[in-house]
């Protein structure tokens, strides 16, 4: 038999041995509640519809506010139950048995955390992709129980993994919760292996471990532990948790519907007014008309109410009757399974209604059948880069519709930027400065700018191809610079740095456009090569290929209303050649190759192509080959000896990176991946003396000794996002994926 003290415990997963010092009066469950509750995993509940579409003209309720409204029924079951507990065994009074409350709460915000998009329907389009999809192949190529999970994928199991596992780059213990909130949180405690024709069950193979190590510490009753798979009884308070959530997605759900009009008023009042004897309904009819509510939607918000009111209580009275099979294991079903008669029929007739009418209308089959295609679409592209890392999605997309076949390769430059405040009789708004070369040497393209803005600002930057050869080269350092030059330096002598930022630039022009169409896809902006490199001019072109690409989608949306998914719109590609924009990259196009003959040459050939014959020459030069491709070795090169950063004119790249507001969740998956990282030493650091370290402008990559051999740390919260070291890594060894939503650096004032 489990017992109370034993269940709730405070220790925490992944630092059971030590304890961070305290500096306020919150307790372990309270830390745990507050932890989830800034997380990103829990912010990004708000974009996930609960039921119903989101969003519409009627707000109706999504996945964070479910979760909310679930935390706040599940703080009133564990607080109401402790207190009956307490009075029934005075040896609880003054324990962490006292804070239940608490735990269960946390346990409900948390309940649905791993919930794909689309919930129920997303579950299924991931299993449907493994058993009968694009995925089926991958059967032989992993485990009997990694299948297993994968094809009955559970997002309860997905919640726990999200709050426990360690992911690349990322602390011991996950979230690093406690044992009694992690708990709380498995609704099904068994492997996918036994989970039978339900299909439920609590935690992947990948941290069965975790959740035995867990069970065994709190005394939970084990039922099952072999080769075959684990099961055990629930934590108690695993029942508080599930009759929330059962409470709030079905009244939540009616309120929904006759927001929505799938449900009639009269439809729904009987619905919830079916939860009480005749008497207590003329009561609430009553209150009703004696308060003056003759709102229909707040009446129906009132009935809401005392029906949660209700079931809450009904629920703590059959915890509290059934605390000893609770405890022994023995318990079956929900909690709501064993309310009284009157209510559970109503219960059930809900769910019979919700199952006719809401969850089969049309606006909810709608969201569910695109779901479905989206999660297809994601499950394709995802495993496919997880099957082969070395390939980033973007460069997946290239190979998979052969966009890059009639065009050369893309060649980039990374620019750099920094906004200063200068004093006031320095300022100069709308002067512009652009230079090329220095302090950069004849043999590598770049240049700057400096823009004189309102306010007393300035923005100033630096671009380097990524063309150049010498390793040792550092484009920030570079930047840093070309500051001190005299006719530069003055311009921020008494002023001081405010912003900083860095970014890869699309310089191939139209030599490197790839195929602008695939199906279902255009590639639009700056970013897919509409730049006019010679005068870092992208917003105008980027704004065109987006009205360009408008008109191809509307083409073909007019030749049928209801245009099937994946269609081509081949016209953009026409479009696009019969445009000014197709011409202004034209005249342009010789002007980046030319540079590698070396900046004089090009130099003198660019006056000639562009002021006598106006970029109209009837050849085109092509590109010097692939960016990656374009380094020496180091024993071929000779070093660069950069000053160091004054801190007053010039800087260092940590104190640079500052200025971004980079922000990355410290849960969150590292978004830089090596695909061999021993080649990071064995070749990048041997042959090439790491390049990464300097090219990159963020201080991501550095080498440090491990054991007293060199090791590739790389410190991804740094990271800016430009991209370059996908770019110029020589071996082609560093993959940068998308990172999560929402974070990376905040550029506000750029």
């Not at 009157?342 to 209604?353: A, T």
């Not at 830089?672 to 990464?692: F, G, K, T």
């Amino acid at each position: 038999m489990m017992n109370w003290q034993n269940l709730i415990s405070n220790k925490r997963l992944g630092q059971e041995d030590r304890h961070a010092l305290r500096h306020d009066d919150r307790s372990e469950f309270k830390r745990d509640s507050d932890r989830l509750i800034y997380s990103a995993p829990f912010r990004r509940l708000q974009n996930k519809t609960q039921v119903f579409p989101l969003p519409g003209s009627v707000f109706v309720h999504n996945r964070l506010t479910h979760s909310l409204e679930v935390a706040s029924l599940g703080k009133s079951l564990g607080d109401d139950v402790a207190r009956k507990l307490i009075k029934k065994h005075p040896e609880l009074q003054g324990t962490l048995f006292e804070e239940i409350g608490t735990i269960v709460q946390t346990a409900c915000y948390a309940h649905d955390m791993g919930n794909p998009p689309f919930g129920h329907s997303g579950e299924k389009a991931i299993q449907a992709f493994f058993t009968e999809g694009a995925g089926a192949y991958l059967k032989d190529k992993v485990s009997p129980r990694f299948w297993d999970d994968i094809t009955h994928f559970e997002g309860n199991a997905n919640a726990f993994r999200l709050l426990t596992h360690r992911f690349l780059g990322r602390r011991e213990g996950g979230f690093v919760m406690t044992y009694s909130t992690l708990a709380s949180i498995v609704k099904y405690p068994l492997s996918s292996s036994l989970a039978g024709k339900h299909g439920k069950f609590g935690f992947f193979a990948s941290e069965e471990e975790i959740y035995k190590k867990i069970a065994n510490e709190l005394g939970i009753i084990s039922k099952q532990v072999s080769v075959n798979g684990t099961a055990y009884a629930r934590h108690p308070l695993v029942y508080l948790v599930e009759a929330a959530d059962d409470i709030c997605y079905e009244i939540m759900d009616i309120e929904d519907s006759h927001k929505l009009k799938l449900l009639s008023f009269e439809e729904t009042s009987e619905l919830l007014l079916g939860f009480f004897d005749e008497e207590t309904k003329k009561s609430i009819r009553n209150r009703i008309v004696e308060e003056g509510v003759t709102d229909r939607n707040e009446q129906v918000v009132y009935f809401r109410a005392r029906v949660v009111g209700l079931l809450e209580a009904l629920c703590v009275n059959v915890f509290v009757e059934n605390e000893e099979s609770i405890l022994n294991g023995t318990f079956e079903g929900s909690l709501i399974d064993h309310i009284p008669t009157l209510q559970r029929n109503n219960y059930k007739h809900c769910s019979k209604v919700s199952i006719e009418k809401i969850y089969s209308s049309k606006t909810v089959l709608d969201v569910e059948l695109s779901g479905y295609k989206i999660m297809e679409t994601l499950m394709e592209a995802l495993i496919s880069a997880a099957v082969e890392p070395e390939k980033f999605h973007s460069k997946q997309l290239i190979r998979r519709f052969e966009l890059d076949k009639h065009s050369q390769p893309q060649t980039y430059g990374i620019g750099i930027k920094e906004i200063w405040e200068i004093p006031a009789e320095k300022s100069r708004p709308g002067l512009v400065m652009h230079s090329t070369g220095w302090p950069l040497d004849s043999k590598t393209y770049g240049g700057a700018f400096l823009y004189h803005l309102n306010d007393n600002q300035v923005a100033v930057g630096f671009v380097v191809g990524l063309d150049y050869q010498n390793p040792y080269l550092s484009p920030f350092e570079e930047f840093q610079r070309f500051k001190t030059h005299p006719e530069i330096r003055k311009t921020f002598e008494g002023g001081r740095r405010i912003a900083y930022g860095a970014r890869s630039l699309s310089e191939g022009g139209l030599q490197s456009l790839p195929k602008l169409t695939a199906p279902g896809a255009l590639l639009i902006g700056d970013a897919a090569g509409f730049l006019n490199v010679p005068r870092i001019k992208g917003i105008h072109t980027a704004m065109k290929s987006g009205m360009l690409a408008a008109e191809a989608v509307l083409a073909v949306l007019d030749e049928n209303d209801h245009a099937e998914s994946g269609r081509e719109a081949a016209s953009y590609q026409t479009l696009f050649e019969q445009s000014w924009l197709y011409r202004e990259l034209h005249e342009v196009r010789n002007v980046r190759p030319s540079f590698k003959w070396g900046m004089w040459p090009a130099f003198a050939y660019t006056g000639l192509e562009q002021y006598l014959f106006k970029g109209r020459t009837p050849w085109t030069i092509s590109h010097h080959g692939t960016d990656h491709g374009s380094l020496k070795k180091a024993a071929d090169c000779t070093p660069i000896d950069y000053p160091k950063p004054d801190g007053v004119l010039t800087f260092d790249r940590l104190s640079s990176v500052f200025l971004a507001n980079v922000s990355h969740e410290e849960n969150q998956p590292v978004h830089l991946q090596l695909a061999d990282p021993q080649a990071a030493i064995d070749i990048n650091l041997r042959e090439y003396a790491s390049p990464e370290t300097r090219y990159c402008p963020a201080g991501v990559y550095e080498i440090v000794q491990e054991n007293g051999s060199p090791k590739l740390q790389i410190n991804a919260a740094n990271c800016v996002h430009c991209k370059t070291c996908d770019i110029k890594d020589p071996t082609q060894n560093i993959t940068w994926v998308c990172p999560e939503g929402g974070s990376g650096p905040n550029y506000g004032a750029m």
